[in-house]
């Protein structure tokens, strides 16, 4: 049982360049999230999704697009990155929420913009 | 503005002692409460929660407490071992099933 998959661990873009972040969940949870994490914060909701076809922002939404054409697949897209995206990412599943059903979390993207 | 806060980023004890890792949050609408932990280069893994229904929660060495009145809540471990040693993150969500709200985070040191 994998549970939630991210890929790549790490990356290094230049600032315009465009990227997607992976994650894949293999517990058939209907709610997953994207989260990053800075220096000395804690983590930030980017956008969440509730089931297939349905995506909502979160409190960063900004310069990410989402994504969820199946319940197992999550990709976070940066269009253009800039250097205050460098940042760690994590994504997330529950079954249908963050309360009650606690989330798993991936082991995170380390995404260094230049 | 911080809507959890965690005001101590480290916290060092001694084996077999109690760890006590405190959290204030402002938003009168949080009701449920949970805390993560988190080792270097993993993600966080869910440790405990609490409804705000209730004002004390336990799960083996692990006990977190709910005050309302005061909008603070506090995790214990007794006793702490260095396995424990990670940080600590405190969470609130409230209004929403969908969105989680983080502290900062505290470092918890268990000394051998």
Same mark, same amino acid.
């Given at each position: ?8 661990? @790490? ?5 315009? +360049?465009?990227?997607?972040? +992976? ?50 697949? @999550? &990709? ?7 250097? %205050?995206?460098?940042?760690?990412? @994590? ?24 | 503005?911080?809507?959890?806060? +965690?005001?101590?980023? %480290? ?13 204030? /949050? ?9 805390? /993560?932990?988190? /080792? ?71 000394? &051998?």
């Amino acid at each position: 049982n994998a549970g939630v998959t991210q890929t790549p661990k @790490f990356q290094v873009l230049k600032t315009g +360049q465009s990227m997607t972040l +992976q994650c894949a969940q293999d517990m058939n949870h209907e709610y997953m999230s994207w989260y990053r994490q800075d220096p000395g914060m804690g983590l930030r909701l980017i956008h969440y999704s509730v089931g297939a076809g349905i995506t909502d922002q979160g409190e960063v939404p900004n310069g990410y697009n989402v994504s969820r054409s199946t319940t197992e697949d @999550f &990709p976070l897209r940066l269009l253009s990155a800039a250097p %205050s995206q460098t940042s760690v990412y @994590f994504c997330a599943s529950s079954y249908s929420g963050v309360t009650n059903q606690p989330q798993h979390f991936g082991d995170g993207t380390r995404l260094s913009i230049l | 503005d911080q809507q959890v806060k +965690q005001n101590s980023p %480290s916290l060092s004890v001694q084996e077999g002692r109690i760890s006590i890792l405190n959290c204030d /949050y402002t938003n009168s609408m949080f009701d449920y409460f949970l805390w /993560y932990k988190k /080792y270097p280069a993993e993600g966080p893994t869910f440790l405990i929660s609490i409804s705000s229904i209730k004002d004390k929660n336990e799960d083996g060495r692990f006990t977190v407490f709910l005050n309302k009145s005061a909008k603070h809540l506090s995790l214990h471990i007794v006793p702490s071992q260095p396995g424990d040693s990670a940080v600590y993150f405190c969470a609130a969500s409230g209004g929403s099933n969908y969105k989680l709200t983080f502290g900062k985070g505290t470092l918890l040191t268990v000394n &051998p």
